[in-house]
């Protein structure tokens, strides 16, 4: 197959035929040349006559007829067939711009979507108008349905009409999808917000609905067979989550399994493990009557990550394994989480262990409780370097009462008494309660290994690291912006005075950093506060009027909240930052809502009115920074960064 070239633009799965056919994408063997850019022949016009179209801002758009022609020449493939014994390979049907491809269970057919031109100017392809067709080996096409353009939605809204297809995987070759029933719009009172509906072969009568769910329908995991399905809901009003067990044909009631706090990992279930079918898709792992769950397994002592096992009949769940439990054998040193379950019942496993001092090795666990473990591998420390970072867990609380927490690392030579330059990195989440925003995250029995361009890397440099500060902003979801300033303020209060407290750090030698979000809240730290010596914010956004029709957790648009928009907008305040500020960004970035502009006319900003700021683009870099170069003078700004605003990393003099 010499000539063949795979086309993975929009989509790069396969469906396997047989133990040597599959189907895929291929680029067309008669495609051309490219359209070239030329002068344009007219204006770009875009037209919305009295409708809502609160779209959210996005990079990368389409924005005029030669564009699209340019995406569209690119973004058509041809579904193929291809023999790996002979090298075959023959054209399926007509090229088309194929966004998506799913195996049915029914050999020989697939589940493709197809973009369906004018294209928008206002989305991006993935919200492109679609055709749903399943489509036979042999060329036969059978239309299922028709997605809507994604333009002129409700805020945090869907599409009405049938949008998320699904392929059975089960022999009876069914295709669902979902359907609004409150218009698509989160702010309607209903008792159900979407119906799940079916279609069966030959795909030519009246779909019928076999399922509905009170809230927007969020997640859909076939079980082994196709006969059931995990269906989950989401509730953006009160962040909650639920999940049921669907009979597909609709003749039995669902059963709930879960409902919790999307903020509650506690209470989280852990995730579904799947199995690989012949054809190529993952479904939900199905051992006569039950399914598996691997979890995290927070909790106040830390996560201890776990295999569950749970019946489906009756719902009920047992726990097959969990890191440290005596009864499997553990310890409280070590860290150990799930890969695989090797047989039926769970009485073979395999995990990965490690400790703060040895890295991780895979371990078969057998015998009585699995208790009995055997290493399968030998991984050596990497770094040997790293094993001096002392690492602790520090739990403490903000004016307030809100439980708040952070990593503390301190670095290589670090000793007892010395108060050091030190850097706070975090993000800031949302919580509906205090309860779930003092939860735990992480585990003091984690193996040191920093990747990219982690922060940790500062303590390289002698600096003192408190990692993953927790930022919580509690309230109500569609208020809780309200608050924003005065609680990421009481935060970093809390943050200062617990390290100032612990002896390791000192108030005049403090800088704050974070990614995207955490950007965000930073420059809103230094505009408002006077609580850190400098900051350090990548791939933030710092002008809400540029984000009008939401933004992270908020609902609302410009116009409904506008003093809200603006208070949390640094640029607004730029007159008053004046403490040092690293910008770091990606040219490239297509992030929703940080646009590269969005650091630019910050800097402008800090340099037109007297502010201390230095401002770094990062050539080919999207909103996560990937090339070697980057990574590496992503650290060495830091690094130098922190030099210059705080002194090197070395122990502070005391009067």
């Known amino acids: 197959m010499p000539k063949l070239k795979l086309h993975t633009m929009l989509e790069n799965d396969v469906v396997w035929l047989n133990d040597h056919e599959l189907v895929t994408l291929t680029v067309p063997a008669k495609r051309g040349a490219a359209p070239t850019f030329a002068a344009p022949s007219g204006p770009a016009i875009q037209e919305s006559i009295a ?14 007829a030669q564009e699209a022609a340019v995406f569209a020449h690119h973004a058509t493939s041809q579904l193929a067939r291809i023999d790996l014994n002979t090298g075959a390979v023959r054209p399926v049907g007509e090229p088309g711009i194929f966004s998506h491809l799913e195996a049915l269970g029914t050999p020989g057919q697939v589940l493709t979507m197809r973009l369906l031109p004018p294209f928008s100017y206002q989305v991006g392809w993935d919200d492109f108008a679609a055709q749903a067709e399943v489509r036979g080996v042999d060329g036969k096409v059978a239309s299922i349905g028709k997605v809507k353009l994604k333009e ?8 009405t009409g049938p949008r998320n297809f699904f392929a059975s995987p089960g022999a009876d070759g ?8 409150d218009g698509g719009d989160n702010r309607a009172q209903v008792p159900h917000r979407d119906r799940l509906m079916r279609l069966d072969a030959p795909y030519t009568g009246e779909a019928r609905e076999v399922h509905r769910v009170p809230q927007r329908l969020s997640r859909l995991e076939f079980v082994e067979g196709g006969k059931q399905a995990l269906v989950q809901d989401f509730d953006l009003t009160k962040m909650r989550t639920s999940t049921e067990l669907v009979a597909m044909d609709g003749a039995s009631p669902a059963q709930r399994l879960i409902e919790r706090s999307v903020r509650d990992r506690y209470r989280d279930p852990g995730t579904p493990v799947h199995r690989m079918q012949p054809t190529g898709r993952p479904v939900v792992r199905l051992d006569g009557d039950a399914i598996w769950y691997f979890g995290t397994g927070a909790s106040p002592e830390g996560d201890k990550p776990f295999i569950d096992r749970l019946v489906l009949a009756s719902n009920k769940k047992t726990r097959v394994f969990q890191s440290g439990s005596e009864a499997n054998g ?8 799930p890969l695989a379950v090797l047989d039926t019942e769970g009485a073979r496993v395999l995990t990965v262990r490690e400790s703060v001092s040895e890295p991780g090795n895979v371990m078969l666990r057998g015998g ?6 055997q290493a399968l591998t030998d991984a050596k420390d990497p770094s040997p370097q790293l094993r001096d970072i002392q690492r602790e867990f520090v739990r403490f609380k903000r004016a307030d009462g809100v439980e708040l ?6 670095p290589p030579g670090y000793k007892a008494g010395e108060r050091r330059p030190t850097f706070v990195w975090a993000y800031p989440l949302e919580y509906t309660d205090a309860s779930t925003a003092g939860q735990v995250s992480g585990s003091g029995n984690r193996f040191n290994t920093f990747a990219g361009t982690s922060p940790l890397m500062l303590l390289l440099d002698g600096y003192v690291v408190l990692m993953d500060a927790t930022m919580p902003v509690v309230g109500d979801p569609k208020t809780v912006n309200d608050s924003f300033i005065a609680q990421i303020t009481a935060n970093a209060q809390a943050v ?21 979000y955490g950007a965000f809240m930073t420059a809103n730290l230094l505009a408002h506060t006077h609580l850190f010596k400098a900051g350090i914010a990548r791939s933030g956004a710092y002008n809400r009027s540029l984000t009008p029709f939401g933004f992270q957790s908020e609902r609302r648009t410009y116009w409904e909240a506008q003093d809200v928009y603006q208070k949390l907008s640094p640029f607004n305040y730029a ?20 646009f590269p502009i969005q650091s630019a006319r910050l800097y402008q900003a800090l340099a037109g009115t007297g502010g201390s700021v230095r401002y770094v683009t990062l050539p080919f870099e999207s909103h996560g920074y990937s090339a070697r170069e980057s990574v590496g003078h992503t650290l060495w700004e830091m690094s130098e960064w922190m030099k210059r605003q705080v002194g090197p990393g070395a122990p502070i003099p005391q009067p």
């Open 51 to 64: 409708r809502n179209s609160p779209e959210r801002t996005q990079q990368d758009l389409l924005t005029n």
């Open 152 to 159: 002129g939605v409700p805020v945090e809204g869907v599409i």
């Open 174 to 181: 069914a295709v669902y999808w979902v359907e609004a029933l």
């Open 330 to 337: 553990g310890d409280s040193a070590h860290y150990e989480r």
């Open 368 to 373: 009585a409780a699995l208790a009995t473990a």
């Open 405 to 410: 927490s952070f990593w503390l690392y301190k």
């Open 496 to 516: 200062i005075d617990k390290a100032v407290e612990l002896g390791v750090s000192d108030r005049e030698h403090m800088v704050v950093g974070g990614h995207s």
């Open 575 to 594: 007159d008053k930052l004046k403490e040092p500020l690293l910008l770091i960004h990606g040219e490239a970035d297509n992030n929703s809502g940080t």
